[in-house]
């Protein structure tokens, strides 16, 4: 129950706890004591730890990694371990959840290396990390380490797997940068709205007068995140009627966002508005910037952002998955993905075409003429029944060429009879 509810260990010294189990069985007098459970959480953890270990014994694993920062600025670093288990079920299981010194390379490849040696893991397929520098040379450690365990692994080549969701999120903000004011201006009315059930009740009397038929709230998003940002906008673009009679009879909303009427009878935010501070990751203040109304042409941009952006999401999400295999999948989401950029770089819109442009030039540096990926992900494709290698060179035949799809083709082929 304790590990199940993620209870604190005090939990069964409570008074509460203790009279329940008296009602429930008044011969029970010997309920636990927190050092108690403690204890046997411990042998739980060591029991299931062993279980794992015999379950990991001569098995092929595929390791994922990632760090990150906490906000007490202490470095924490996550290995799983996939792999497929004697029913040929795809299991995944989470090795370590720990501390490192810091985020260089050496220090995340020695950490990887204690951990699979103290699991004694020696049968590895890939490692899957993000796309911090920091990684490569992680990962060349790792290749010379392996070369002393007694399994090594199947080509060192192949170790090194970029996440290609991670790439996708890099080239998407890449096409947002410098492109934001639009999204902050509607994450600004976004934020008013859910700051206090007060406005959030205002807000939704606004709905109903403007008849907007929707089951769906406002949210706000986590800017750090862009996949939130689309759900915001995604929602948000669908009220943008609701928001203007808000700002027409809300006192509070008039005030918050400095608003009066414009030259041509549009409600517009002078800078009487609400001053807001961004801060960095450090805690300093970046700069500031006063609170508007979103303007007809933000609403315009954010509903281009959200058509453009849902290629992208519909990508990561399923590149993302964890309870299916994905590899086989990756080509033809990218490819998708490389196909759409060209087709908006041609578009007649300014905006849009810029930032696919920006776009093009961030996917074209993790991917180039295909031959930045680990070519294991290119087998994945061709051993699928759907694809299989025709598809491969059908798609650099449309994006590349005749010339470069026939030296893919040989290159892939070339894996394969490795393998």
Known sequence: MVIIDELPFRFVEGIGFRRFCKVMQP????VPSRQTITREVGAIHNHERGKLKKLLKGRRICLTTDTWTSIQNLNYMCLTAHFIDDDWKLQKRILNFCQVVNHKGETIGKKIESLLLDWNVDGIFTLMVDNASSNDTAIKFLKRKTKDWKRTIL??????????????????????????????????????????????ESFKKCVEKEKIVSNQTVCLDVCTRWNSTYLMLEVAV???????????????????????????????????????????????????????????????????????????????????????????????????????????IADNDPLLSKMAFDMKKKFDTYWGKGDRFNFLLYVAVVLDPRFKLRWVKFCYIKTKGKEVAEQMEKRVKGALDKL
């Open 238 to 344: 669908k009220f943008e009627k609701a928001f203007q009679r808000m700002a027409e009879e809300d006192s509070g909303f008039k005030k918050n966002f400095g608003i009066k009427e414009g030259d041509d009878g549009e409600l517009v935010s002078f800078e009487g508005g609400e001053t807001i501070e961004l801060v960095s990751e450090s805690g300093q203040v970046r700069s500031r910037r006063v609170q508007r109304i979103p303007t007809k042409l933000d609403w315009k941009n954010c509903t281009m952002f959200t058509k453009f952006l849902k290629l992208f999401y519909d990508a990561t999400k399923k590149l993302s998955a964890s309870l299916f295999v994905t590899s086989n999948v990756f080509f033809d989401e990218m490819y998708n993905v490389e196909v759409k950029i060209e087709k908006l």
């Open 27 to 30: 011969k029970f007098s010997l």
């Open 155 to 200: 080509d060192h080549d192949y170790l090194h797997v970029r996440c290609c969701a991670h790439i996708l999120n890099l080239i998407v903000v890449e096409g947002l940068k410098d492109r934001n004011e639009s999204i902050l201006r509607v994450r600004d009315v976004v934020r008013y709205v859910r700051s206090s059930p007060q406005r959030l």
